[in-house]
């Protein structure tokens, strides 16, 4: 295994959740190999998406109350600076045969929980082109 990237290689990551176990979880995967956000609803992804650069998000679909994934994806792809931002979708709520639907949405990508960390690092190496995390 190579060593993490310096801090100032490390990809910014914001993780969209609104439970705490599922953004524990993820940040417990990431933590050695990128710099991390947390925001716990979709109005906060949006505001952070739109004060801050990322290389990456990461997007649950069901927020619980206010703005799901899909209308958080269509906020931050309407921001200049985000068009292009690679968002990979995170849910436990769909199949792997609805992958398709999440990349015509808008996606970058599509992870069905529960995410192993092997699946989330090749996943995000792929989006991010990198080699290997």
């Given at each position: 295994?190579?060593?993490?990237?310096?801090?100032?290689?490390?990809?910014?990551?914001?993780?969209?959740?609104?439970?705490?176990?599922?953004?524990?979880?993820?940040?417990?995967?990431?933590?050695?190999?990128?710099?991390?956000?947390?925001?716990?609803t979709g109005e906060a992804a949006v505001i952070k998406a739109a004060q801050n650069s990322y290389d990456?998000?990461?997007l649950d679909i069901?927020?619980?109350?206010?703005?799901?994934?899909?209308?958080?994806l269509q906020e931050i792809r309407s921001q200049a600076s985000?068009?292009?931002?690679?968002?990979?979708?995170?849910?436990?709520?769909a199949t792997e045969f609805e992958r398709d639907d999440f990349l015509e949405k808008g996606f970058t990508e599509f992870l069905p929980k529960p995410v192993s960390k092997q699946e989330l690092l090749n996943l995000i190496g792929k989006v991010l082109r990198k080699d290997a995390y």
């Open positions: 295994m190579s060593d993490p990237p310096s801090p100032e290689k490390k990809p910014r990551i914001l993780i969209v959740d609104d439970m705490d176990i599922n953004c524990d979880l993820l940040v417990f995967y990431l933590q050695q190999i990128a710099s991390l956000d947390i925001a716990y990456l998000i990461l069901c927020l619980g109350s206010g703005i799901d994934g899909f209308e958080v985000n068009v292009d931002l690679p968002v990979i979708a995170i849910t436990g709520s």
